[in-house]
């Protein structure tokens, strides 16, 4: 496997693409049944759930619009601190709703303080934040940021985006109190593209069913009766799934503080040696990702000619994103990504800097 340490789409365990090649069988069969049943209680463990995890046949911002279309019916308040959080306000608009920004320059972090001030001065159906802005290597502090929503406005549901951490970082949903996390299947799981995983909780379902105009495609109280059945209204994307059930094993043998604490000491060691190298990451702390390190290109390295060399290693990196492009370079770790990897890529970096 040649290490992409680029946030998205990662590499895929051999294993994990080989089983998207197992023959296809009816989706609505007892077999496959059994498999889509048992994807959904492994990931239940992945999101610290015991509340449904829909398996969508879309990519993460597909259960981006269905959180907007599903829990809102006219105010949301999006939590905006980069290109994804953004694009999910967006998407919110986009679908009819009146979406405040509550926003801060990118590369910094939404606080509790600044969540609590917006929440006060008017009352929001939802809030969306984005728990790994992987446009700015920022961790937003979801526990707590949940915690002052409970607190001040306990009615308002929390939805959360954890595209780029959930598999990668401990997310607890029922714990912190999040009535919808979403995830894509091609980062922290190291899953090929195509795959959506959402969990709702029940007192969101139950508002979803008194939101008009859901749409069809991700109506989630229409999915959450095929659910029931362990089905789904449309086709599964099946070979993803027959590789979810396979990754699902993997990630569980590995074990879910294993894996977080080897994606904490790959952003540890990466944000450190950056800073030794005189180039600081661009989230201050304590919100450094630990999934994707943001580091500001304060050597002016050519990131182009960097990747051209490290291709001939077998290795790439991601650009800044947007704006970012060249102010700021991402190094991502996670998913099949290793300490060693990482030491790999550091020394190659080292030998193309002189
Ligand atoms: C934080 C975040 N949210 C949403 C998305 C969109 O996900 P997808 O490309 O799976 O639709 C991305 C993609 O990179 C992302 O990083």
């Given at each position: 496997m040649s290490p992409m340490f680029v946030p998205g789409p990662v590499d895929v365990a051999p294993v994990v693409l080989a089983a998207q090649a197992k023959p296809m069988m009816p989706h609505r069969s007892k077999d496959f049944e059994e498999i889509f049943r048992r994807t959904a209680e492994k990931a239940q463990k992945l999101f610290y759930t015991q509340y449904r995890v829909f398996q969508g046949t879309s990519s993460g911002s597909g259960m981006q619009e269905a959180g907007v279309r599903n829990f809102v019916q006219e105010q949301v308040l999006s939590c905006v601190n980069g290109a994804f959080a953004d694009r999910w306000n967006k998407c919110a608009i986009a679908n009819g709703k009146k979406a405040d920004r509550l926003e801060v320059p990118w590369g910094q972090a939404i606080t509790p303080e600044m969540l609590a001030d917006a929440i006060k001065k008017k009352s929001y159906?939802?809030?969306?934040?984005?728990?790994?802005?992987?446009?700015?290597?920022?961790?937003?502090?979801?526990?707590?940021?949940?915690?002052?929503?409970?607190?001040?406005?306990?009615?308002?549901?929390?939805?959360?985006?954890?595209?780029?951490?959930?598999?990668?970082?401990?997310?607890?949903m029922d714990a912190w109190g999040i009535d919808f996390l979403l995830t894509s299947s091609q980062k922290c799981l190291a899953l090929p593209p195509g795959l959506s995983l959402a969990a709702a909780s029940d007192r969101a379902m139950k508002k979803a069913e008194t939101v008009a105009n859901r749409g069809w495609y991700f109506d989630l109280v229409l999915m959450e009766k095929h659910r029931l059945k362990d089905s789904t209204p449309m086709t599964p994307v099946m070979p993803l799934i027959f590789a979810l059930d396979v990754q699902l094993d993997r990630i569980l043998e590995e074990g879910l503080d294993n894996r977080f604490a080897r994606h904490a000491a790959m952003a540890k060691r990466t944000q450190n040696w950056a800073v030794a190298h005189g180039m600081d990451p661009l989230a201050p702390e304590p919100y450094r990702s630990k999934t994707v390190s943001t580091i500001k290109n304060t050597k002016g390295l050519d990131i182009a000619a960097l990747n051209k060399f490290l291709l001939t290693k077998g290795m790439r990196i991601a650009n800044g994103y947007g704006d970012l492009k060249d102010k700021t370079f991402r190094i991502a770790h996670m998913g099949e990504i290793t300490m060693s990897d990482v030491d790999s890529l550091l020394a190659n970096m080292e030998e193309f800097m002189g």
């Amino acid at each position: 496997m040649s290490p992409m340490f680029v946030p998205g789409p990662v590499d895929v365990a051999p294993v994990v693409l080989a089983a998207q090649a197992k023959p296809m069988m009816p989706h609505r069969s007892k077999d496959f049944e059994e498999i889509f049943r048992r994807t959904a209680e492994k990931a239940q463990k992945l999101f610290y759930t015991q509340y449904r995890v829909f398996q969508g046949t879309s990519s993460g911002s597909g259960m981006q619009e269905a959180g907007v279309r599903n829990f809102v019916q006219e105010q949301v308040l999006s939590c905006v601190n980069g290109a994804f959080a953004d694009r999910w306000n967006k998407c919110a608009i986009a679908n009819g709703k009146k979406a405040d920004r509550l926003e801060v320059p990118w590369g910094q972090a939404i606080t509790p303080e600044m969540l609590a001030d917006a929440i006060k001065k008017k009352s929001y159906e939802a809030v969306t934040i984005v728990h790994n802005e992987t446009s700015t290597g920022v961790e937003n502090p979801v526990k707590e940021l949940a915690k002052v929503v409970h607190e001040l406005s306990p009615d308002t549901l929390i939805l959360v985006d954890a595209v780029s951490s959930l598999g990668g970082t401990k997310i607890e949903m029922d714990a912190w109190g999040i009535d919808f996390l979403l995830t894509s299947s091609q980062k922290c799981l190291a899953l090929p593209p195509g795959l959506s995983l959402a969990a709702a909780s029940d007192r969101a379902m139950k508002k979803a069913e008194t939101v008009a105009n859901r749409g069809w495609y991700f109506d989630l109280v229409l999915m959450e009766k095929h659910r029931l059945k362990d089905s789904t209204p449309m086709t599964p994307v099946m070979p993803l799934i027959f590789a979810l059930d396979v990754q699902l094993d993997r990630i569980l043998e590995e074990g879910l503080d294993n894996r977080f604490a080897r994606h904490a000491a790959m952003a540890k060691r990466t944000q450190n040696w950056a800073v030794a190298h005189g180039m600081d990451p661009l989230a201050p702390e304590p919100y450094r990702s630990k999934t994707v390190s943001t580091i500001k290109n304060t050597k002016g390295l050519d990131i182009a000619a960097l990747n051209k060399f490290l291709l001939t290693k077998g290795m790439r990196i991601a650009n800044g994103y947007g704006d970012l492009k060249d102010k700021t370079f991402r190094i991502a770790h996670m998913g099949e990504i290793t300490m060693s990897d990482v030491d790999s890529l550091l020394a190659n970096m080292e030998e193309f800097m002189g």
